[in-house]
């Protein structure tokens, strides 16, 4: 039987689990800006370019004459993959609801119509306006984040007017319009969900919570784990108001990856995404809590090949991913490095990255330049004894100025 070729969107580190499932029976071809030699085992063709560029894609999917195409754990590559399955009548969702699950404003705008509860928001393009919609809140701390970037990228929570002119002007250049949100911030628990939808039908799949590092807008996450220890009647809330955010979004097939957060009882969207959580969530932490492959959900859907949505069980797992920053300047030793990937519960990770003669420039901490890695127990506090463990093997020396630093676990 001929293998099928599929075109795959992105090649950094959390794309490597799905290129791998899927060249099991198919010819992969790789897009992407860069890829790494860890790729190359997997790959029969490759086309570099910027995968937002749509119609670059779409041209060179039409000369491999491609079965079908993905991507997973990334939000920039969605609307090239909803835009050449939709030009090439290849199975995948439209390229309108591409763009509904990359734009904040859309999410805000679909939900209340629906009659979704919304922090109060607004869409501008000038720290004018920006400014304006914060008077309006009588002052209240606010977040401004682009339109539709990601990776943390551009976000800031703003107290003052002056933080806002302070900030404004990098927040709008992470948006592919020059668009940023801003949005009353709200500061309490915080809950990500995974879903998988086909044929029409969603269902959650699984939920667990976020930790975030304590700096100064830095907007990521330490850790997030899976199942969640929150009150059981919040986690079946949040589980309901997640079911009713995508229903009435109309996904008919693929991942979805949910972030809310708590303003006293209410429940509110922070955003979601038409793809898994990134960090290995979705390839690892589904996985070891449901026992569903997700790699081959998303080729079998991609090619068009599923037949019915896969059956999820309960394996009693508690998991999640740790992250930490290298700290900035040039790292001069590592220590542990073998010791951690070795131990038994430590799953897919990052830290091949961490090596003698890293380089890490002074820049604004963000989701992409954490190193993180999946950890695995029967409980909460296991696993918080093991990434203790871990933190006491795992250090480095990186120097900056003449001072030597550690890495940044919290």
């Known amino acids: 039987m001929r293998r099928k070729k599929i075109a795959i969107v992105g090649a950094g580190d959390f794309q490597l689990p799905l290129v791998q499932e899927a060249s099991k029976e198919n010819d992969v071809v790789l897009i992407a800006p860069v890829i790494g030699k860890a790729f190359e085992p997997y790959i029969k063709e490759r086309c570099l370019i910027d995968v937002r560029d749509q119609d670059a894609a779409l041209n060179f999917c039409r000369e491999q004459k491609i079965d079908g195409i993905i991507t997973d754990q990334t939000d920039i590559s969605v609307r090239t993959v909803a835009y050449v399955a939709e030009q090439m009548g290849l199975p995948g969702i439209s390229y309108e609801t591409g763009l509904l699950f990359t734009d904040k404003a859309r999410m805000r705008d679909v939900m209340e119509e629906a009659g979704i509860p919304c922090l ?3 869409t501008v393009t000038s720290v004018e306006d920006a400014v304006s919609f914060w008077r309006e809140l009588e002052g209240t701390t606010v977040i401004i984040k682009p ?19 302070k900030y404004f002007d990098e927040s709008a250049g992470f948006s592919s319009n020059g668009e940023v949100i801003v949005e009353k911030m709200a500061t309490g628990m915080e809950f990500f969900v995974e879903g998988m939808a086909f044929g029409g039908t969603f269902r959650n799949l ?25 009150n059981p ?30 303003d006293g009882d209410e429940i509110y969207l922070l955003e979601t995404a038409a793809r898994g959580g990134g960090v290995y969530i979705s390839s690892d932490l589904i996985s070891l809590e449901t026992g569903i492959n997700v790699e081959k959900f998303l080729v079998d859907i991609a090619l068009g090949q599923l037949q019915e949505m896969p059956q999820s069980r309960s394996t009693g797992k508690y998991s999640g991913y740790k992250a930490f920053y290298v700290p900035f300047g040039t790292v001069k030793s590592v220590s542990g490095l073998e010791e951690v990937k070795a131990l038994p519960y430590v799953h897919r990770n990052q830290l091949d990255n961490l ?43 990186c120097e900056s100025d003449g001072t030597t630093r550690d890495l940044v676990w919290k």
């Open 147 to 165: 339109l539709d970037s990601q990776g943390s990228r551009g976000i800031y929570s703003c107290d003052s007017e002056e933080d806002i002119r």
């Open 206 to 230: 699984i939920i667990g919570d976020t930790h975030y590092f304590d700096i100064e807008n830095a907007y990521a996450a330490e850790s997030r784990r899976t199942p969640s220890v929150r």
């Open 355 to 397: 090596h003698i003669g890293m380089e890490v420039p002074v820049e604004k901490l963000n989701k992409t330049n954490r190193l993180a890695l999946i950890v695995e127990a029967e409980s909460e506090k296991q696993w918080q004894e093991r990434v203790a463990h871990i933190r006491d093997i795992l250090h480095v020396e």
């Open 120 to 122: 109060p928001n607004r």
């Open 233 to 262: 009647e919040t986690v079946r809330r949040v589980l309901e108001r997640n079911r009713e955010i995508i229903e009435a979004f109309g996904l008919k097939q693929g991942l979805t990856h949910s972030e809310f957060i708590m």
